[in-house]
């Protein structure tokens, strides 16, 4: 399942983020990584963007990042 298939509310652990090297760091630096867990705070109108939450971080990702991420929802 993709991050950006969760809804408000749900909860999830990281599985996989297949993306780019620069923004895997990007995502690093923030405390997404494999195994963290996050929930998933809001979208924006039309789901371009997502908040999520991770270990107390409000982190802001596009649509296309979140669907680079793969979850396991709890």
């Known amino acids: 399942m993709k ?6 509310g749900d909860r999830a652990v990281i599985k ?10 990007r995502l690093a630096s923030f405390g997404v990584v494999r195994g963290s867990e996050l929930s998933v705070e809001a979208y924006s109108l039309g789901k371009q963007t997502i908040e999520i939450n991770v270990e107390g971080t409000l982190i802001g990702l596009r ?12």
């Open 16 to 25: 996989k983020i297949d993306t780019s090297e620069d923004l895997k760091i």
């Open 3 to 8: 991050l950006s298939e969760l809804n408000k």
């Open 63 to 74: 649509a296309d990042e979140a669907k680079e991420i793969e979850v396991k929802k709890l």
